[in-house]
């Protein structure tokens, strides 16, 4: 089993910034892809950033210029650094990661349990 652990979420003021943080631990083989997703009341789940086992990063045009993603191989972690903060970013925060599980050898995906990150005056 694999487990994804999130934290870093919060109430910010627009203009602010937020680090979100994601840990995978368990039986792990290797770490393919790791990303991060949000999902808005009455909206669906949108990407936000992915990084890949080769550092290769992708944003949403939302976001781009203003959150970074990056990850330590060492940890099996990724993080989101969220600057200039709007409204519109308030969600619930999603880790998402592609696993090759070591017992098995096959890959899967795997999600956290969500961080709530409210941005509000």
């Known amino acids: 089993q694999v487990q994804l652990v999130e934290s870093g979420g919060g109430l910010v003021q627009p203009g602010g910034s937020l680090r979100l943080s994601c840990a995978a631990s368990?039986?792990?083989?290797?770490?393919?892809?790791m990303g991060w997703y949000r999902q808005a009341p009455g909206n669906q789940r949108e990407l936000v950033a992915a990084?890949?086992?080769?550092?290769?990063?992708n944003y949403a045009d939302s976001v781009k210029g203003r959150f970074t993603i990056s990850k330590d191989n060492a940890k099996n972690a990724v993080y989101l650094q969220m600057n200039s903060l709007k409204l519109e970013d308030t969600a619930v925060y999603y880790c998402?990661?592609?696993?090759?599980?070591?017992?098995?050898?096959?890959?899967?995906?795997?999600w956290g349990q969500g961080t709530q990150v409210t941005v509000s005056s």
């Open positions: 368990g039986r792990i083989f290797r770490v393919n892809a």
């Open positions: 990084i890949t086992s080769g550092s290769s990063t």
């Open positions: 998402n990661a592609g696993i090759t599980d070591l017992i098995s050898g096959r890959p899967d995906i795997y």
